[in-house]
């Protein structure tokens, strides 16, 4: 199994472009979640997903979207991507129940110049 | 609402040495937490969770309700030990799906 992928794992983007984060899962979790790390800041949930066509907002959605139309898919769209949305993102999935551990992607770094 | 802290951002101790890491939460509910670590260029992942009740690595973590804290402790710490903690908390479960509140986390360095 490859667990959790995450592509790209760089990307620099200019001011007002945007782009789509991709993230897979071949464990077949429910469970899916994107979060951003700033340095000294720790994780934020940005959104996340109980299961198939089911998503919500975690604590700092605004600027990006995302869609599950799969089990195993879950990406990231962020548009007119602006300079305070440079940060390292993680996508992540667990089990039905969070008693269970939640599994790591590699993380993108997306810079916003 | 839920709110997981880590006074300590580095901390650095010598090998053999004995290690706290402090984590202190905020929240309503019945709290359930977790150690997360992540060693350099590796993927974040799960040490212990405190329902386990369990000693990973050598590290243990005891839930304290009184003082709302989560710290993780080794008695002798190594140099392999060297790497970004993360305290979180469980919230939401009973209503719209369960999901972590992290820390700012602490990076630890064991030096020789």
């Known amino acids: 199994n490859a667990g959790v992928t995450q592509t790209p794992k760089f990307r620099i983007l200019k001011i007002g472009q945007s782009m789509t984060l991709q993230c897979a899962q071949d464990?077949?979790?429910?469970?899916m979640y994107w979060y951003r790390q700033d340095p000294g800041m720790g994780l934020k949930l940005i959104y996340y997903?109980?299961?198939?066509?089911?998503?919500d907002k975690g604590e700092v959605p605004n600027g990006y979207n995302v869609s599950r139309s799969t089990t195993e898919d879950f990406p990231l769209r962020l548009e007119l991507a602006a300079p305070s949305q440079t940060s390292v993102y993680f996508c992540?999935?667990?089990?039905?129940?969070?008693?269970?551990?939640?599994?790591f992607g590699p993380g993108t770094r997306l810079t916003v110049l | 609402a839920q709110r997981v802290t880590q006074p300590e951002k580095l901390l650095s101790v010598f090998k053999g040495a004995p290690v706290e890491l402090k984590c202190n939460y905020s929240?309503?509910?019945?709290?359930?937490l977790f150690w997360y670590v992540q060693y350099s260029r590796q993927r974040l992942q799960l040490l212990l969770r405190?329902?386990s009740r369990e000693s990973i690595k050598g590290f243990t973590a005891d839930l304290n309700k009184g003082e709302t804290s989560f710290h993780l402790k080794k008695p002798f710490a190594q140099e392999e030990d060297s790497a970004m903690y993360y305290c979180?908390?469980?919230?939401?479960?009973?209503?719209?799906?369960?999901?972590?509140?992290f820390g700012e986390g602490t990076q630890l360095t064991v030096n020789p």
């Open positions: 464990m077949n979790h429910n469970y």
């Open positions: 997903s109980v299961g198939a066509g089911i998503t």
């Open positions: 405190h329902i």
């Open positions: 979180a908390l469980i919230h939401g479960r009973e209503t719209s799906g369960s999901r972590l509140t």
């Open positions: 992540a999935s667990s089990p039905r129940d969070l008693y269970n551990e939640q599994f």
């Open positions: 929240y309503s509910g019945s709290p359930e």
